[in-house]
């Protein structure tokens, strides 16, 4: 079997390597990935025939799958659990980063808007004078 030109490269979540390839890639057998698909672990695209296509993504998934469990001893609750829990965080952290360029851009616009109203504030409408006059105040005695 040959595997993929390492020189070509694929977009991260191009569905390109069938169930044989993908296993290879990830050293397991393709039972276990097709059991790790019914399990929810790694989510295949498909085709309109209904073949599994993994992605370079998938195969990335699944050698930690692997990891996680013979390193670690997790097992394939906890390997969901833990996969779960990494796709929130990536989830929170682009949305952080959109909250982040949208603060940026508020930002900006509110220093625009109050650089044009200081632009448009007609300093000839304040009447200055220069006066050295003292006004001395005194009470009336009345409360």
Same mark, same amino acid.
């Given at each position: 079997m040959t595997l993929p030109d390492p020189g070509r490269s694929f977009a991260e979540d191009a569905p390109v390597f069938v169930i044989s390839v993908a296993a290879e890639l990830a050293g397991m057998h393709a039972q276990t990935l097709r059991q790790y698909d019914r399990l929810g672990l790694v989510s295949p695209g498909r085709t309109a025939g209904g073949g599994r296509r993994y992605s370079p993504?998938? &195969? !990335?998934?699944?050698?930690e799958v692997q990891r996680l469990s013979q390193e670690d001893g997790v097992n394939l609750a906890g390997i969901k659990r833990i996969i779960e829990l990494e796709s929130r965080v990536e989830a929170l952290q682009a949305r952080v980063a959109e909250l982040l360029d949208e603060l940026e851009l508020s930002e900006a616009h509110?220093?625009?808007?109050?650089?044009? &109203? !200081?632009a448009a504030y007609r300093r000839d409408l304040v009447p200055r004078t220069s006066s050295s006059a003292l006004v001395v105040w005194r009470p009336t005695g009345r409360q």
């Open positions: 993504r998938d &195969v !990335a998934l699944l050698r509110r220093i625009a808007a109050e650089s044009a &109203v !200081a």
